[in-house]
């Protein structure tokens, strides 16, 4: 968004990119549970291949990006073609039952963790490559006109990548389409050799959303969505800004590979930790405590602002204080605004590390919730055959609290500065709040039909064991 100049006001930057990244969600927002409810008729795989098909124009598109317009409508495609997440969902749903789907779920999350790893690495090191790369993609006169090309050019050919691997390994799920595959895990083993039966009737929409047992986790999820979006934009709004404005004053490569390492750290806690987690405690109880970290989560950011300045050398203070006093003058005299004050970067300090690392840290524990309450929702399903349209009502939610979440809080962060708002940290208390009304709605989650379907043959098993 500086860049392409739609402002010169630093403490505005941060409203227009969240208009652009909620852009995303609002389009998710009406099409995803239509993807949801295609793929209960044609197939899981077809509308997979499709989603990934409309990831890469759209990610390629918004390279091409040299107005605020073009970024707009690239990020709307993207969301319009954007259907994966819960057709994916569904298909794991669809090849696991309650014996082994803490262990299935849990790789979405790794693979999005794996992205979180990737992406910001690419985003981070490869953009405007006629600066740091001269002598190489600098002299491609292509990606000098575009400097935003190559990174979404990479990320473009990635998915590719991904819709070849699709379209020749993955194997349709959907029972009343074909048979599933017998190496394929499945909670109907029993009828693997068995014609599927024909399709039922289509669940209505109301039905699915009415369920007593599945109301409290849609409602939750949007709360969950609302507290990780905002973060999302948040902590890259806050690690970006100057010292003057609250920040931390951090580089974009610096943020690109401080995210890349939390997404490892997030992989490796979802395969390890997670599993034996959910074996050893309740889904519903083990939930409600990592809802807590939220909260947590957004009660750490402000002190992270104290840190920068402790750890910030004299000469980046000396130098902020400078152009804090140049743009007083100049606002005084109607030229300006504090908010054009430059992004003076220095060396980060260990505390300012550490505060960054423990932040990251509790919001990857934070995110196991997601793979939580994806079981959560399978397991409260009304119906086997709609998988597809729950977990498409599920991210419809979640694409509300999406949609409207990024534009929310940068412009909740840039009124909180520019208006010296509780001191410019109105913005935190204002999400802290959410967080743990996110927790509060935990306590009215119960176990879903399926679950307690699970625990009762368990228990008529252990008591045949004993009669016998």
Not at 108 to 131: A, D, Q, Y
Not at 289 to 315: D, K, N, Q
Not at 359 to 381: D, E, K, P
Not at 431 to 441: L, P, Q
Request: aromatic share 10%; hydrophobic share 50%; proline share 6%.
């Amino acid at each position: 968004m500086e860049d392409l100049k739609v402002t010169d006001k630093k403490s505005e930057i941060g409203y227009y990119s969240g208009v652009v990244d909620s852009l995303f969600a609002v389009c998710q927002l009406f099409t995803i549970l239509q993807w949801g409810r295609l793929s209960d008729r044609i197939g899981r795989k077809p509308v997979i291949l499709l989603g990934l098909i409309g990831v890469a124009v759209s990610t390629f598109s918004f390279g091409l990006a040299k107005t605020f317009w073009w970024a707009v409508i690239s990020r709307a495609l993207a969301g319009a073609l954007s259907g994966n997440t819960a057709v994916v969902q569904s298909v794991v749903g669809e090849i696991t039952d309650e014996t082994n789907q803490a262990l299935a779920f849990p790789l979405t999350g790794i693979s999005w963790s794996l992205g979180c790893i990737i992406g910001p690495m690419i985003g981070g090191n490869f953009v405007n490559p006629e600066k740091y790369y001269p002598e190489t993609f600098g002299k491609i006169e292509i990606l000098r006109t575009y400097p935003y090309l190559l990174p979404c050019l990479l990320s473009a050919v990635l998915t590719m990548c991904s819709i070849i691997v699709g379209a020749v390994f993955l194997k349709e799920s959907l029972p009343s389409k074909v048979r599933l595959d017998t190496s394929l895990p499945s909670p109907i083993s029993a009828s693997r050799n068995e014609k599927p039966p024909p399709p039922k009737a289509e669940l209505p929409i109301r039905a699915i959303f009415n369920s007593p047992s599945i109301k409290p986790v849609f409602r939750n999820y949007f709360l969950l969505s609302i507290s990780a979006a905002s973060f999302d934009v948040v902590f890259i709004l806050l690690a970006y800004s100057p010292l003057s404005l609250g920040g931390l004053a951090r580089s974009p490569d610096e943020i690109g590979y401080a995210l890349a390492f939390s997404g490892l750290v997030g992989s490796f806690v979802t395969l390890l930790v997670f599993p034996f987690l959910q074996k050893r405690f309740n889904s519903v109880k083990l939930y409600r405590v990592l809802m807590l970290l939220w909260p947590v989560l957004f009660a750490i950011l402000p002190f992270l602002s104290v840190l920068a300045r402790w750890s910030a050398t004299p000469e980046a203070l000396a130098a902020m204080q400078e152009s804090m006093n140049v743009a007083i003058e100049a606002s005084s005299e109607g030229l300006g605004e504090v908010g054009m004050m430059p992004t003076i970067t220095y060396p980060g300090g260990t505390l300012l590390w550490i505060g960054i690392a423990v932040a990251l840290a509790v919001l990857r524990l934070g995110h196991m919730c997601f793979t939580l309450n994806t079981i959560l929702i399978r397991n409260a399903a009304p119906s086997s055959e709609a998988l597809g349209s729950t977990f498409g009502l599920a991210q419809t939610v979640a694409c509300v609290a999406r949609a409207g979440s990024p534009a929310f809080v940068s412009t909740l962060f840039a009124l909180s500065k520019k208006y010296n708002l509780m001191q410019g940290n109105m913005v935190w208390v204002v999400m802290f709040v959410i967080a743990v009304a996110g927790f509060v709605s935990t306590l009215y989650i119960r176990e879903g039909p399926v679950e307690r379907s699970y625990k009762s043959q368990e228990a008529n098993e252990e008591c045949e064991m004993r009669m016998l």
